[in-house]
């Protein structure tokens, strides 16, 4: 089955720089596009990131020109470097099959905690 290990995750001031780590298994990596997505407290769930199986990326608006995500299929990780944190990045980061329709999505890693503060 679907396998996600969030990793990463920390600490950090307001415009400091942080990378997270994702491990997928049980699904064909190569052929999926892979997001990175966050829950605030008393928030949705959001897609932050996208990776599509080419060379297509999608940004959320919020943080776009801050964040990157990148892929390596030969090791089924993704990637997520977090530049110019500020504290409303703040949240739970989860990463998983790349979809708009996060509803649609059942099965989530644990998740790994980023906490912008100072």
């Known amino acids: 089955q679907v396998q996600l290990v969030e990793s990463g995750g920390g600490l950090v001031q307001p415009g400091g720089s942080l990378g997270l780590s994702c491990a997928a298994s049980?699904?064909?990596?190569?052929?999926?596009?892979m997001g990175w997505y966050r829950q605030a407290p008393g928030k949705e769930r959001e897609l932050v990131a996208l990776?599509?199986?080419?060379?297509?990326?999608y940004y959320a608006d919020s943080v776009k020109g801050r964040f990157t995500i990148s892929r390596d299929n030969h090791k089924n990780m993704v990637y997520l470097q977090m530049n110019s944190l500020k504290p409303e990045d703040t949240a739970v980061y989860y990463c998983?099959?790349?979809?708009?329709?996060?509803?649609?999505?059942?099965?989530w890693g644990q998740g790994t905690p980023v906490t912008v503060s100072s």
């Open positions: 990776a599509g199986t080419g060379t297509v990326t």
């Open positions: 049980g699904f064909i990596f190569s052929k999926n596009g």
């Open positions: 998983n099959i790349g979809t708009f329709d996060i509803g649609s999505l059942d099965t």
